[in-house]
């Protein structure tokens, strides 16, 4: 193996590490991002089941209202009808009493089913909090976890750069410059060839390419996809 290519495949295992890294960077603010939107669901959720909750209960104190309401005019009416000396009068204020009386026990039918959907509101209020408090928790350790990552991986990034920069520095010019221009179109740069075979596009190299790579004189391109190969693996 030509010595230059020995040297430019230690430059790619790190411009590779840092392509990783530099993914992983760039995929964190979405990650927290969807944290953070996990949350607002659970807090989202509180107040629906908050805002049920409280509408039932102002549906049993209005059902509460009109109850009290037929209960007073009840009493109304029975006052009336020991007051009255007249028969009919006396029998149209009972069947008043009976029609109030109906109404009030409708209504308070109505008030029995509202509190009984008040526990289930309840529940579900008391099932919405805690799940908050559970994503809260999660959440919080979560992005916790991605700012320590975040800062873990900058630090990496920049002591790579390092790194390469060192290891660049060692790199002949003109070949340094062949490297980096690959590097920016197709990440990888330097890839192997198996028989005839680019193991970077997988199609076979010309004669020419793969007479080149086998003398060792020069560095050949892959006619295919422009990278520069040499021969990982050959069988005679
Ligand atoms: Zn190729």
Avoid at 118 to 127: I, M
Wanted: proline share 2%; net charge negative; aromatic share 6%.
């Amino acid at each position: 193996m030509l010595p230059e290519i020995e040297q430019l495949l230690i430059l790619q295992d790190k411009d590779q590490h840092l392509r990783r890294l530099r993914a992983e960077i760039k995929k964190m603010p979405a990650d927290a991002e969807a944290a953070k939107g996990r949350l607002a669901a659970a807090t989202a959720g509180v107040t629906t089941a908050k805002e049920e909750f409280n509408l039932n209960e102002v549906a049993i104190k209005n059902l509460e209202l009109q109850i009290q309401t037929r209960r007073d005019t009840i009493v109304k009416l029975k006052t009336q009808q020991f007051e009255t000396r007249k028969n009919d009068e006396f029998t149209a204020l009972a069947h008043e009493v009976v029609r109030y009386e109906g109404d009030a026990a409708k209504l308070e039918d109505e008030e029995i089913l509202l509190m009984e959907r008040g526990e289930t509101l309840k529940s579900a209020l008391k099932e919405a909090q805690d799940h908050f408090t559970t994503t809260e928790g999660y959440v919080k350790e979560e992005l916790g976890k991605i700012k320590e990552r975040y800062i873990n991986v900058q630090a990496q990034i920049k002591e790579f750069e390092g790194i390469r920069a060192g290891l660049a520095a060692k790199v002949e010019e003109g070949l340094l410059e062949r490297y980096d221009r690959i590097l920016a179109g197709k990440g990888d740069v330097i890839a192997g060839l198996n028989g005839h075979v680019c193991t970077g596009c997988h199609m076979k190299v010309t004669a020419a390419t793969f007479n080149d790579a086998r003398a060792e004189k020069i560095i050949p391109h892959c006619p295919n996809c422009g990278r520069m190969v040499y021969i990982a693996h050959w069988d005679d």
